[in-house]
């Protein structure tokens, strides 16, 4: 096989390989926070030709069917053990290429998340530019923000098709033209159907509303964020019992501006994002005591997504929290900042969290401005 024409490897695999071996030197154990490399356990310098990769299938006792430049044959490696077995493997390759093999189906579901995290962090890392550029004012985003802050997404449908693919020079545009076509607000018998947000503000301005039973309004807020709940959920690790206990030290104390929180929760969910919270109901009896924030820490480096706030208007005006996929964000965070909906945006991290807060207990909690840590 000529080294020249080896697959790429994605960010995405490469991210779940470094985590799911440990983010160590598959070797010498060396950890690699600050470099790594995905490498092969069986070099393709040593089979650059096919009566070498005959030799070696033979050798380690491998199957005719054998890819020695897939997941079957990557590990995660330091500098200096990656130059080392470049013309041929290290002893007891068999046992790495056997790790490789369990880890596989584990790898690509972990890199199918981070693929699904990248795509939202691109969006938003997209917004920055579009700031950061000057095509839009911050004082006339957060001012569009303000006024626009009621949307209706249809069942099973994002609220803007293709997020991932907006680029710095669509974002104005998602903000600017058609919201969802069946979008409708009412004033008693009267209906008006609102494609833009010009028509959102233009009909409430003149006192017409969304309907309480038969619409699901997301809102798109700024925030700031909790420092305890920062503080304890970006240090939690995925074993469920220290999970569990760090959950637990979060809402363990009292707060300045508690919202009475509690779940009437169907044991029954799905495993995406909206399908949990479409399935869970919270009621918050007083609205305007506040809202929660919960922050975690970015699944793939010391950066963190931040989980904020939307709502439901029901029929008794009782309001369901959402949480929404947010910025990542490092450095010092201030309110306010800015929020995306992502629907689709799920881990394994996230369920067991919402599993945890979605159980029958009353939540409390506060915001403040909170120093972040930088990226490593």
């Known amino acids: 096989m000529d080294r020249r024409r080896r697959k790429k490897i994605s960010p995405e695999i490469r991210m779940a390989l470094w985590e799911l071996w440990a983010k160590k030197c598959a070797y010498c154990s060396h950890p690699t926070e600050k ?67 369990a880890l596989k189906n584990e790898v690509i579901r972990r ?38 802050d ?48 010009n028509d959102y503000l233009k009909y409430s301005a003149e006192g017409y509303e969304a309907s309480c039973n038969a619409e699901f309004k997301a809102g798109l807020y700024t925030f700031d964020i909790p420092a305890r709940i920062l503080h304890a959920l970006s240090g939690a690790s995925k074993s469920d019992g220290a999970f569990s206990r760090e959950v637990d030290e979060v809402f363990k104390y009292p707060s300045r501006l508690p919202a009475n929180i509690f779940m009437e929760s169907d044991e029954g969910s799905t495993k995406t994002l909206l399908g949990q919270l479409l399935k869970r109901s919270a009621k918050i009896i007083d609205r305007d005591a506040g809202y929660l924030e919960v922050c975690t820490k970015w699944l793939w480096s010391s950066q963190l997504f931040v989980i904020a706030k939307g709502d439901f208007t029901g029929s008794k005006k009782e309001e ?6 947010a910025c990542p964000v490092h450095g010092t965070l201030r309110c306010p900042s800015v929020i ?5 945006y799920r881990t394994d991290f996230f369920d067991r969290l919402f599993y945890r807060l979605f159980g029958k207990r009353r939540i409390l909690y506060e915001s403040r401005t909170v120093e972040l840590p930088k990226p490593l």
């Open 150 to 197: 009621r949307v209706r997404i249809p069942p099973n449908s994002p609220l803007y098709p293709e997020l991932a693919g907006a680029s710095a020079l669509d974002i104005p545009v998602i903000f600017q033209t058609e919201m969802v076509d069946d979008f409708f607000l009412r004033r008693e018998e009267n209906q008006v159907q609102v494609r833009t947000i």
């Open 320 to 325: 369901v929290l959402i949480f929404l996929n």
């Open 340 to 344: 995306i909906l992502t629907p689709h």
């Open 35 to 101: 470099e790594y490399h995905v490498e092969h356990i069986v070099p393709l310098s040593s089979v650059s030709a096919a009566a070498l990769e005959i030799l070696k299938r033979a050798e380690l006792n491998l199957s005719e069917s054998f890819d020695f430049d897939s997941l079957d044959n990557y590990s995660i490696a330091c500098a200096p053990c990656n130059k080392t077995k470049y013309y041929h493997e290290l002893p007891n390759a068999s046992i790495y290429l056997a790790k490789a093999a």
């Open 111 to 148: 890199a199918n998340e981070i693929a699904a995290n990248l795509n939202a962090a691109k969006v938003i890392g997209s917004m920055q530019v579009v700031l950061d550029q000057g095509l839009i004012s911050k004082e006339d985003f957060k001012e569009l923000f303000r006024e626009f």
